[in-house]
């Protein structure tokens, strides 16, 4: 799932099939992105809305602040 978390109310949903786009997402992301970061298992606890962006506080109280930010649960849950 892709959302905005920036307030504006835009959300967008897309479906994939993960194991076939994970590493071609990846690969994209670092090519097109200048300081694109991947912080895999760092559960999110809270994305909030910044002046210029967002900032994502992950599980250790570690925070990241970004200009726009990508989260992916990585596994469907109902």
Not at 32 to 51: A, H, M
Not at 65 to 75: D, E, H, M, T
């Amino acid at each position: 799932m892709v959302s905005d978390c920036s307030g504006n109310g835009l959300h967008q949903e897309v479906s994939v099939e993960p194991a076939l786009m994970i590493y071609r997402l990846q690969e994209f992301m670092q090519a097109k992105f200048e300081g694109y970061t991947l912080l895999c298992n760092s559960p999110v606890i809270d994305c909030t809305p910044t002046g210029n962006g967002v900032a994502v506080r992950v599980s250790g109280n570690r925070t990241y602040q970004a200009n726009k930010a990508v989260l992916c649960n990585g596994y469907e849950f109902k």
